[in-house]
C-alpha cells in the first residue's frame, strides 16, 4: 500500500493517466455564501435560527428544524450526519443544548459533535457547522471525465 | 473538464446512472455523539482530555495520547491525520501546546493546523477537532451500490 | 442502498475484496503545519495574514490574496471553493470581512461561510479554515492499490 506524500511541489500527472473529478453542487439563493455545498458525497452547510429573537432554546430548535428541513432537500437524512460543530454564544446554554439534541439524533446513527463558546454576533445566540454524507451519482455530466494529456 | 455547479433545485438522476454511497461507519458508545464518524476514507472526530483536573499540559499530552489511541482503531496513524482545529480555553497555553504537538506530529506528514480560544466550559481546557485519512475497502457491502431508477 | 453502520468494532476486509486509498499530498515547509493537505479531491488549510502589523481590512484583504495565491498551485480556483469558516478576532469586523468578501467570492460558485470570533493571539486579527476541491488523478501511484489479503 504505497502513500504518496511529501513536502513539494505536485507532479504533473503523467500522461495517460484518468483524471476524476467529483460534481460541485450548491444549494441556495444567497449573493454571499451557499446554504449548502455539496462535493461528491459529501454535503457542507452552516445554519443559524432564522428568527434570532427566539430565546437559546428556541434558537435551538429551530436550527435542529433547519437542519430536519435540508436533509431531504440533498438527498440525505438525520442518519447521515457526519459531524455537527456546535458554537454557543453562551456556553450556559449547554445543557438546553444537550437536552434538545438527544431527543433529535437518531441513536445508533450519532455524528461527531464539538461544542464551543463563539462569538456570534447580533441576537444569535446557536451556529451550526454540519457535514452529512449524501448519495451520490456517479456518472452524472461532470462528475467522471476521461484526459489524456 | 466540465464542473456541474448551480444554485437551482437538483436534478434528478438520469436512468440507467450509477449510484455511489460511500459507507458510514460510526465508533463509539456515548448516546450523545460517536467517538469516530467514518465516511469512505476519511475519519471526523473530536478530543478532549479524559481527565480534565490536569492542567493545560497535562490536557494537552492527554489529547494527542487519546488520538494516539485511537488512530490504529480506525486503521489510521499519524502520518494521515489531514486537519486539527485546536479550540484552546485560554491563549496563554499555545505556548504550552506548541512544544507539545511539535514533539508529536510527524515530520513530512504534518497536518494543517488552526488555533483559537474558544469558551470550552467545565475544566475542560482543549478541545481538538480532527480529520484523518483511513483506508478504505471499496468492496465492502454498502459501499457500492447499482441503482437503474 | 445498503447502508452498513454500527457502533461496534469495525469489522476485518474480507478476503478478496479491493481496499481503496485516496493520496494525501503535502504542502509547505514549516515544521509545525502544512501548508495544504490534499486527500483524494478534496484540499484544507488555514490562513491567516502574513503581514500582521496590517488592520482588519488590510489582514482580510492580504487572506483572501493568500487565498487566491494557494489556490492554482494545487490545481483549484475560486469556483471550487467548498467551505471558509472565518474566525475574526473582534465581530466588529463583520461588516469589513463582508465588504471585502462580497467583491472576491465568484457569484454562482459561492461556498459556505461560517463567521464567529474566537481569540486568535498576537496581532492576528481573522483566520480562514479552507476547504476546496481540487481535480484528482486517479490512477497516479498510491491512488488505487489492490489487495488480497
Redesign the interface.
Same mark, same amino acid.
Given at each position: 500500500? #504505497?502513500?504518496?506524500? +511529501?513536502?513539494g511541489?505536485?507532479p504533473p500527472?503523467?500522461p495517460g493517466?484518468?483524471?476524476?473529478?467529483?460534481?460541485?453542487?450548491?444549494?441556495?439563493?444567497?449573493?454571499?455564501?451557499?446554504?449548502?455545498?455539496i462535493?461528491?458525497?459529501?454535503a457542507?452547510? $452552516?445554519e443559524v435560527a432564522e428568527n434570532t429573537s427566539l430565546d437559546a432554546a428556541g434558537q435551538i430548535a429551530q436550527v435542529l428544524e433547519q437542519i430536519d428541513a435540508t436533509l431531504p432537500?440533498? +438527498?440525505s437524512d438525520r442518519?447521515?450526519i457526519?459531524?455537527v460543530?456546535v458554537?454557543l454564544a453562551d456556553?450556559s446554554d #449547554?445543557a438546553t443544548l444537550?437536552r434538545l439534541?438527544?431527543a433529535w439524533?437518531p441513536?445508533?446513527?450519532?455524528?461527531?459533535? #464539538?461544542? $464551543?463558546?463563539? +462569538?456570534? +454576533?447580533g441576537n444569535c445566540l446557536v451556529?451550526m457547522?454540519v457535514?452529512a454524507?449524501i448519495?451520490?451519482? #456517479?456518472?452524472?455530466?461532470?462528475?467522471a471525465?476521461e484526459?489524456s494529456h
Open positions: 500500500m #504505497a502513500l504518496a506524500t +511529501g513536502n511541489p505536485f500527472t503523467p493517466t484518468t483524471s476524476r473529478m467529483s460534481r460541485i453542487r450548491r444549494l441556495g439563493t444567497s449573493l454571499r455564501f451557499a446554504d449548502v455545498v462535493h461528491g458525497d459529501t457542507r452547510w $452552516v432537500s440533498i +438527498g442518519t447521515r457526519l459531524q460543530i458554537h456556553l #449547554a444537550d439534541w438527544d439524533v441513536a445508533g446513527h450519532l455524528p461527531v459533535r #464539538a461544542r $464551543v463558546q463563539s +462569538g456570534l +454576533g451556529e457547522v457535514t454524507a448519495e451520490e451519482s #456517479a456518472s452524472q455530466p461532470g462528475h471525465t484526459s
